[in-house]
Every structure is written in C-alpha cells, then in structure tokens.
C-alpha cells in the first residue's frame, strides 16, 4: 500500500496515540523519503539566500552571535523563517506529505488544518540557550483546546550535539506556564520559560535522521540543542490542528492557516466540485 491510500489507522497505533497523550510528542521515523528530504534541503537553502532587499525577507530571524557566523548556505546568519510558501512553492506542497499528514489525523485523533509554516536553520556554533526551553501555545494561547501540534522535519542528521529538538517528555500536562523574555546578551529575544534551569535534568535529545519528523503539543516544553558540528543543520517547523481547535482572541495571520490538510482520515484533495 503507498502512503497516499494509506489512512491514519494504518500510520498510528492506538498505543501510538496513548503514548503521545501521556508523553506529549512522537517521533514520525521516515516521514520523509531521503530524496524527498534532500529536495526540501535545496529548496530551503535557496530561500535562506534570500535577498535583504525581498519585500517578504522580514519573515526571516537573523542571529548575530560571536562564534557562529553566517555560512555559505546561509549567508544571512537566519535562523528562524516563517510563511515559507511566500519564497517557494515546493513549501505549500510539504503541508500535503502523505506520512505527516495522516499520522498527524492518527496522533490528534481527528481531521487537520494548517496552522502556521517555517523553518528553523543552525549554522555551526548556534549555542544551545539561543532558543532555550518554551511552550509554543505561548504564541497561539488562547485556543478552544490544546490540539495545536508542531512538526519539526529535519533535513540533516541531528542529535544533542548538532542542533536536534530537545523536549521535555509530559510537560504538556502542566499547563500554561509563565514566560519571560531571555536576559542573555547573545538570544533569540524569544520568550521562555521563567525557571528555565530547572528543565535541563529532564530533557530528551532524540537522534534523527533527514526526513525523520518530531510532532510535539505546543504546551511541551523544547528547546534548541546547540549545533556543535562543522556543519549548517535544518529543519522545517510547521503547526498544525485539529478542526476543532479555534484561535479564541487574535485570529492568526500566518499563510495558509485554516487550509484543510486531512479528511474523513485521508488527504485533502480539492476534488469534490471539479
Ligand atoms: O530547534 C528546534 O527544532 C526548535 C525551535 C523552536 O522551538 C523555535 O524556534 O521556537
């Protein structure tokens, strides 16, 4: 059976589910192909080249930190970017990875919608408290329920030392936590947990492999690993949500937010008018 006729049933288990709701993520193992995961590499390399004169290239975090410099993939130093699909086409085709899509309907336990699209990039040196420990539902707070989920698709090898995503298994189950903006002299000004240290004997770093993809809730609480290597690492960072999880106050903004994903369990095609 191909992944397209697949449906969510066949991707996640029942103690696939009852894992994530007790541990708070799930790791997808290939939810890319490696050649699907070498196209996106491409793709997002191109678009991290990004000319500063773009009208969009605000989308675009740039990190000056000593030690890390910008490197020839990426030669702006950026290290977060959002609404991908403004820069490139291939990024509004990703929302529909067969894999992601319908293990995302099989872990949330219902149909699928967009929510928000982007990319996180570590260029070697990136230090592991530049994007230290949060919760993502600090930016989408508040929501009729908590099936906001982000997937991080990595497109290099990763693990604690070469910038994977460090989570801290049943955070989620704590509810909203107060936030802060970090005080370091070197950060990504983002906000994050208020006692962050005390999150750092618990931590998980997963080992991964391109086209493996993490999809944690966004009250679990992450961070990024620092980028140790001689190497850029990326992933792309997408949110989405079940049909039923509803902006409450500030309705998001974000490209292709609300674009149906999955269906009655299976993919989204608009098909049904023509
Ligand atoms: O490095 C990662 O994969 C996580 C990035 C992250 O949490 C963020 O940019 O808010």
Request: aromatic fraction near 12%.
């Amino acid at each position: 059976m191909t992944t397209l006729d697949a449906t969510a049933s066949d991707l996640i288990s029942a103690h696939d589910r009852e894992a994530f709701l007790e541990n708070g993520f799930h790791i997808i193992r290939g939810g890319l192909t490696p050649d699907r995961a070498k196209l996106y590499r491409a793709a997002l390399v191109e678009i991290l080249r990004t000319d500063p004169s773009h009208p969009y290239a605000s989308r675009f975090m740039e990190a000056q930190i000593p030690g890390a410099p910008p490197t020839e993939e990426n030669p702006y130093g950026r290290w977060a970017g959002f609404d991908l699909p403004l820069f490139h086409d291939l990024f509004y085709d990703f929302i529909f990875e067969p894999k992601i899509a319908l293990s995302l309907a099989g872990l949330l336990g219902g149909d699928v919608n967009l929510y928000e699209t982007g990319c996180v990039a570590k260029v070697p040196g990136f230090p592991g408290n530049y994007r230290d420990w949060h919760q993502d539902s600090e930016y989408s707070d508040p929501q009729s329920n908590e099936f906001n989920v982000t997937v991080i698709t990595y497109l290099d090898e990763m693990d604690g030392s070469s910038g994977v995503t460090a989570v801290v298994p049943g955070t989620h189950r704590l509810g909203a936590l107060p936030h802060v903006v970090p005080t370091e002299t070197y950060t990504s000004g983002a906000r994050e947990v208020a006692d962050k240290a005390k999150y750092d004997a618990k931590a998980h770093y997963p080992s991964v492999s391109p086209g493996d993809t993490i999809v944690f809730f966004g009250r679990l609480v992450h961070k990024s690993a620092s980028n140790d290597s001689d190497k850029d690492r990326m992933s792309l960072a997408y949110n989405y949500m079940r049909t039923d999880t509803f902006d409450l106050k500030e309705i998001a903004r974000w490209i292709g937010a609300g674009t149906p994903v999955v269906r009655n369990g299976r993919l989204y095609r608009p098909s049904t008018l023509f």
